[in-house]
């Protein structure tokens, strides 16, 4: 499960940079630091909430 988020969110954060996603707050190519947090506090909820 951690693998794919990573993976997903760092193939979004690529994306951000090539093509910005248009979506709200992330209409700009250098917004791809908030892809950056959401990817840290998903991982981190993930090490945290794992058994």
Excluded: C, E, H, Y
Excluded at 17 to 41: C, E, M, T, Y
């Amino acid at each position: 499960m951690n693998k794919a988020i990573s993976a997903f969110l760092l193939l979004a954060m690529v994306i951000q940079i090539i093509k910005p996603l248009g979506l709200p707050g992330l209409r700009r190519r250098s917004d791809f630091w908030k892809l950056a947090v959401v990817a840290f506090v998903a991982w981190s909820l993930t090490l945290l909430l794992r058994p």
